[in-house]
């Protein structure tokens, strides 16, 4: 980005200063040139407008909202998590250069089992995952044919959570230890009878805000990618990369609510001391690796996934051949993502679960590595009759394949479960995993080279992409493979037998070329960054991809002109005429067309901002809980507390749908970039709030981590964490509250394609796929209590509340209130503004009735002694039924927020707030439907 | 495929097609066929993969120029469709036959036929932060130590009292989760006598590299001597004297803000993990298997008078 203003220059030059293998190759880049020098003029007019600034000044980072700079943010950092991960890899390679005696070697056993924990979390969560939607968010909005994601403001959120969440991390250490109990976490001793740090404790929060932030990636992608595509870009026809990235979100939409759940009874457990996964507990350690590993093998694929995406993207570049067998390549994609959900337990074979349970597993597991068998010979066969040129990007990719194909073929042992009992807990995982997975880096190392020309506008030197290349390979190598011939040791493990010591250290020697192979490419990037050649627009021959189309780097709202398949190829509408010289001459004609239908002015309603502000409150509320607590240790405020943990969460979920509804303030009304510009509402590219709620939560969960079994701990350090959570709580509540009033024109339709979501408004959308992944996490719940259910005997265990009344008369006053809130809707499209009122009004009080009702409830149980941590069936109750009040009172908050606006006539004839809202409430009054029966009466 | 047959049948030679005996002879015949035949196929597809990028490399200008790909087209995709499924069809049928193959030994390791003709014995094993309990049918427990007759049937059934953990004899080829408040089941026959090493194979806190134990298999007579001369109450007494002191030192052990494993001397065990020294003293070892720790555990046996 810092080339910015010389690819300005050398836009003209651009094809003599190629390099010369490529400078003859282009056919029909050439005609590019002009639009994407149209589009940098453009683009440096508006820098100024959005108070962006200019991409040296450290304020732009800060406040970006737009989706390249937050790609690159996201590179940048997760790269800085990768040397983290590897420091710690190489802190266990020295430890394992000898067998070691407990306390001989550099690190002692407790600091050894941080360094593989962290190590494992970092790799797997800050690292991987993040690098791949570093590229993610830089090339899919560009691949699709859109300015931004649909929430750009939640964008530039899930960045700083991310960032948050890492460096809440990164001071784990400093908080004793951290958490040294794996990166699979398993109970009990995840919790702190075992691992009592408090570091132990802020590492799963740290966990639970990455999750958090992912959530709010999730849906914000998941919109764009359904609703803003280009004409004649179907999903049948989104180039590959895009689909890998779409099928991602899909499986993290579902995956991570599941992670979400286990990591919120995990804190409940650690911080206000839930029973679910205790010791004594019947079957709290089979029910985390049931939650942790419904997640945890759909993790797999969506961390290799986007790297299947870049090798596809490169094979088809840089063999000049299409991706043979492109549409079954994509349904072999959608099988496995599918299936991905139900190949769990093959993680437990030798757990207690039943021989036809392993048979059924054992089954889906070989069918889910078929469609990867397709997928191989695909790319291979793509190769054939193809003009490869063996640049940086393809070796990356060609190599990472390579590695698949080792990782895959040493899985097909792993899935026959008489030899999985032998290799479980040995290197043979070990080895297995790092050659599927790191092989994944291996290809997204090959995207970094290949989208750094488009980020920076410059060339790499090739010279030392092919050196870090080969370092980099051998390194692997010698740092993996002697690992299956060491398999027999047991893993995390440092007092292996003699035997294997000569592997160990060429396992060593190889982790030190694979670090030392980085140092290579960081200095590559950095320097060429400033004085490498001036890459051009496209500086791949046979790139057929949308971001090749567009100046390097594209400007800030990428491209010239409405982009349209239309005709069949790509073309840029409504633009200045050179933008439409492209590559075909017909469709010129669409463009004013496209843009006819605008002009409404920003309508649906600023109103809805508020779910920020209450998401925020509901937040308030249970923080608060927790401090007086702390103050008191009074039973009745304890229980409020319990909430606590789950609604950190749900805040953070809800403000997903807060900013979201704030973010739709321009959804439907269509303007062309250009006709909105001339009429002076222009869509916005900076906000600082997401920046200070990302740091907000940072000191809200540091302070959190300190809070231990029911109370903070005594002393100065017991001061500190109450009130940095304290603090923190207050910040986040501020924070939210700005980021709701702040005015936000997000990116306007209309979009081209839709598919299915056509009739649907961004902000319904992501309420609907919000909503779809709030399911999965009542679900993990209710599946975790019906579990431990059964382990204790169904019918032994008895409801907690004796008397199923007050639960009854809450069910009826739910019910109630979900037809208030449909009177409200009706009122407001019959343009009644005291029906709205009365309407809103009537839910919240119906709503305060509930958790009034609630609260004697409760308070009846805690003088009968029953506590939350009494035992699980106690757990369960409190739990479960105090995620589902804390939603409920999310909801309140937005009613709060919802009359004044409605006394003041927001809503007649613009109901869609109502409605969003309505389908929140809605749902969580079926949720209760499915608990009151649960908890209740069976 | 037909050069992978002929090889398969090599492999699986005279002797029965579904393998069985015990569980290392079991592991041993698959873990082979599946080394082979992985490595014959990695080996071909690697090979085919690397010479098709040489071959189709740019200088020899294979194919036409036009039909490439061409910026801002719609993806689409290549010919040849039916190569694809032809190889998918041929690497499916060889993962499926493989893994039903193996399939019908997992039937026979989960529920194997009686070996030999005693009765098997059925011992507890009890998963401790850091160290293996071992309970007798009649009540007789032992600490780091399982002493277990030749060519006789080990019903393992496996627990643990604090923390996940995972029990695991390499060479006998029998492992299982140790999970608190569940029991898993499995089992094992060693051939030959002599020590073994017994792991543990899922993380468990701060001793978890130090945690194993030892397997003496002894002849079916010096078991019975050994095993006439236990009695509950006195084993139990002795178990439970040096298991608090053990739950003592392993509660040291588990708690991280002690700084690393550094035991106290009270337990015998401690003053094993205390001194490198002896642990590397008695190189008790097994072909392949050359495990100083298997010595160690040896002498840690927790009966020992505290």
């Known amino acids: 980005m810092t080339a910015h203003d010389d690819t300005t220059h050398g836009e003209t030059a651009g094809s003599e200063s190629r390099p010369d293998e490529e400078s003859d190759a282009r056919t029909d880049g050439g005609a590019l040139e002009p639009a994407s020098g149209h589009a940098e003029a453009h683009d440096d007019g508006h820098d ?97 044919g859109a300015k931004d994601l649909a929430f750009p403001r939640l964008n530039a959120l899930s960045y700083w959570g991310y960032l948050a ?75 590959l990369f895009s689909w890998t990235i779409l099928l991602t979100v899909w499986m993290m939409l579902f995956a991570f609510a599941a992670l979400l759940a286990a990591l919120l009874i995990l804190s409940a457990d650690r911080l206000i001391g839930t029973t679910y996964f205790a010791q004594n507990g019947a079957a709290g350690a089979v029910l985390w690796t049931h939650l942790f590993w419904f997640f945890g093998h759909p993790e797999v694929y969506i961390v290799f996934f986007p790297a299947l995406g870049v090798m596809a993207e490169t094979f088809q570049t840089f063999t000049g051949r299409r991706i043979v067998g492109r549409k079954w390549f994509i349904a072999a994609m959608v099988l496995v993502a599918l299936q991905s959900f139900i190949v769990w337990m093959h993680h437990m074979f030798l757990t207690s679960i039943n021989l036809e349970i392993k048979t059924l597993f054992m089954a889906t597991t070989i069918g889910i590595s078929l469609p990867f068998d397709l997928m191989v010979f695909s790319l291979i066969y793509t190769m054939v009759k193809g003009r490869i040129r063996f640049k940086t990007p393809f070796l990356f990719s060609f190599g990472g394949l390579l590695l698949f194909i080792i990782g895959g073929i040493t899985g097909v042992f792993l899935g026959a479960v008489v030899l999985d009992y032998e290799f479980r807990g040995t290197y043979w995982v070990v080895a297995h995993f790092h050659y599927v997975m790191v092989g994944g880096v291996t290809a997204l190392i090959g995207g970094l080279y290949y989208w750094y020309p488009k980020i920076t506008g410059r060339m790499y030197d090739e010279f030392l992409g092919k050196l870090h290349f080969g370092l980099y390979f051998v390194g692997f190598n010698l740092l993996y493979f002697p690992m299956f011939v060491a398999w027999e040791t047991p893993r995390r493990v440092f007092d292996y037998s003699e035997g294997m010591t000569p592997w160990h250290r060429l396992a060593t020697i190889g982790a030190v070329i694979l670090g030392g192979s980085f140092l290579v490419m960081i200095y590559n990037l950095v320097v060429s960054a400033y004085s490498g050649e001036i890459a051009g627009d496209n500086p791949w021959k046979y790139s057929s991809t949308a971001e090749w189309a567009v100046s390097s780097p594209p400007p800030l709202e990428n491209f010239p002109g409405v982009p349209t398949y239309g005709s069949g190829r790509l073309e840029f509408l409504g633009g200045s005429s050179d933008a439409l010289d492209t590559t075909d001459d017909d469709g010129d004609g669409d463009g004013p067309a496209a843009a006819a239908d605008g002009g409404e002015t920003p309508t649906a309603g ?168 709030d399911v999965v996490l009542f679900g993990a719940f209710i599946g975790a209590y019906v579990f431990l259910r059964f382990a204790s005997g169904w019918v032994a265990w008895e409801p907690i509340p004796n008397n199923i009344m007050p639960g009854l008369i809450n069910t009826y006053i739910l019910l109630t209130s979900s037809f208030t809130v449909i009177l409200a809707l009706e009122a407001a499209e019959r343009e009644s503004r005291k029906g709205v009122v009365a309407s809103l009004l009537a839910t919240l009080l119906l709503g305060l009735g509930f958790l009034g009702n609630k609260a004697i409830e409760w308070e009846h149980l805690f003088h009968q002694g029953i506590w939350l941590s009494e035992n699980v069936r106690a757990s369960t109750f409190f739990l479960t039924t105090g995620l589902h009040g804390a939603h409920v009172i999310v909801g309140l908050l937005v009613t709060l927020y919802m009359i004044p606006r409605a006394w003041s006539g927001a809503y007649l004839g613009e109901s869609e707030p109502i409605e969003y809202f309505g389908l929140y409430w809605h749902f969580v009054d079926i949720v209760w439907l499915f608990l009151f029966p649960l908890f209740y009466i069976l | 495929m037909l050069g992978v047959v002929t090889l398969l049948g090599g492999v699986l030679g005279p002797a029965q097609l579904v393998p069985d005996g015990t569980r290392a002879e079991v592991f041993q015949r698959i873990y082979e066929v599946f080394l082979l035949l992985g490595t014959v196929v990695g080996v071909v597809v690697i090979a085919y993969m690397l010479y098709k990028a040489y071959k189709y490399r740019e200088s020899a ?246």
């Not at chain 1, 690159?72 to 800085?80: A, M």
Request: proline share 6%.
């Open chain 2, 61 to 306: 200008e294979h194919g036409a120029e036009e039909g490439r790909p061409e910026l801002g087209e719609l993806p689409s995709g290549g010919g040849g469709g039916r190569k694809l499924f032809l190889s998918f069809t041929l690497s499916a049928i060889i993962v499926l036959s493989l893994i039903s193959w193996t399939y019908f030994t997992l039937l026979y390791v989960e529920n194997p036929e009686p070996a030999g003709d005693a009765d098997p014995i059925t011992v507890e094993v009890i998963g401790h932060q850091f160290y293996w309990e071992f309970v007798y049918p009649n009540g007789h427990s032992t600490q780091g130590e399982l002493v277990v007759p030749e060519d006789r049937r080990i019903r393992l059934e496996v627990t643990a009292t604090d923390v996940f953990h995972n029990f695991g004899v390499p060479e006998l080829r029998a492992k299982a989760d140790a999970i608190p408040g569940q029991q898993t089941d499995t089992w094992m026959i060693a051939e030959d006598t002599g020590t073994y090493q017994a792991n543990c194979y899922e993380l468990c806190g701060a001793g978890h590299s130090h945690m194993t134990g030892t397997v003496r298999v002894v002849t079916a007579e010096e078991f019975e001597t050994w095993y006439a001369n236990t009695t509950n109450e006195s084993a139990n007494a002795t178990a439970n004297e040096s298991s608090n002191e053990s739950v003592t030192a392993a509660a040291t052990l588990a708690r991280p803000d002690a700084g690393s494993v550094t035991p106290t001397a009270t337990a015998p065990r401690d003053a094993r993990l205390a001194d490198p020294d002896a642990q590397f003293a008695d190189p008790v070892r097994r072909a392949g298997f050359g495990t100083p720790r298997a010595a160690v555990a040896s002498t840690a046996s927790g009966g020992e008078p505290a």
């Open chain 1, 165 to 239: 969440s890492g460096l809440l991390l990164f001071a784990s250490f400093f908080q004793g230890g951290t958490f040294a109990g794996g990166w699979t976490m398993y109970a009990p001793l995840n919790l702190p009878t075992f691992t009592p740090s408090v570091g132990g404790s802020a590492a799963v929060l740290a966990l639970m805000l990455f999750v958090a932030s992912v959530t709010v990636s999730s849906v914000n992608f998941l919109t764009t990618m359904h609703r803003m595509r280009a004409k004649g870009l179907t999903l049948r026809r989104m180039p």
């Open chain 1, 606 to 773: 600023a109103g809805d901002a508020i779910a920020n502000a209450d998401a925020a409150m509901s937040e308030s509320v249970s923080a608060d809980a927790a401090m007086d607590e702390a103050a008191r240790a009074d039973a009745a405020m304890d229980e409020a507390a319990s909430a606590d943990a789950a609604m950190a969460e749900s805040a953070t979920a809800d403000a997903v749908t807060g900013s979201a509804v704030r973010e739709d303030v321009a959804p439907e009304p269509s303007i062309p970039a250009d006709e909105a510009h001339e009429d002076g509402v222009h869509a916005s590219h900076a906000s600082i709030w997401p920046a200070l709620i990302g740091g907000s939560f940072l000191l809200l969960f540091l302070g959190l981590s300190g809070y231990t079994g029911g109370s903070f701990p005594e002393g100065a350090m017991g001061t500190a964490y109450a009130a940095a959570t304290g603090l923190g709580f207050l910040a986040v509540l501020g924070s939210l509250i700005g980021m709701a009033r702040e005015r936000f024109v997000g990116p306007a339709g209309p979009f081209g394609e839709s598919w299915p979501f056509a009739k649907v408004s961004n902000m319904k959308t992501g309420m609907w796929i919000f909503l779809a992944s």
């Open chain 1, 48 to 144: 100024d407008h959005h108070g962006l600034g200019p991409t040296s000044s450290v304020k732009r980072w800060f406040v970006t909202t737009n989706h390249k700079d937050i790609g690159i943010l996201y590179l940048v950092t997760s790269l800085g998590f990768l040397m983290m991960g590897g420091a710690l890899a190489l802190l266990m390679r020295a430890q394992l250069w000898s067998p070691r005696a407990p306390g001989a070697g550099p690190l002692s056993a407790f600091a050894y089992n941080q360094a593989v924990s962290v190590h494992g979390l970092i790799m797997v969560f800050w690292f991987l995952s993040p690098f791949a939607f570093g590229f993610a968010n830089y090339v899919v909005p560009l691949q699709l």
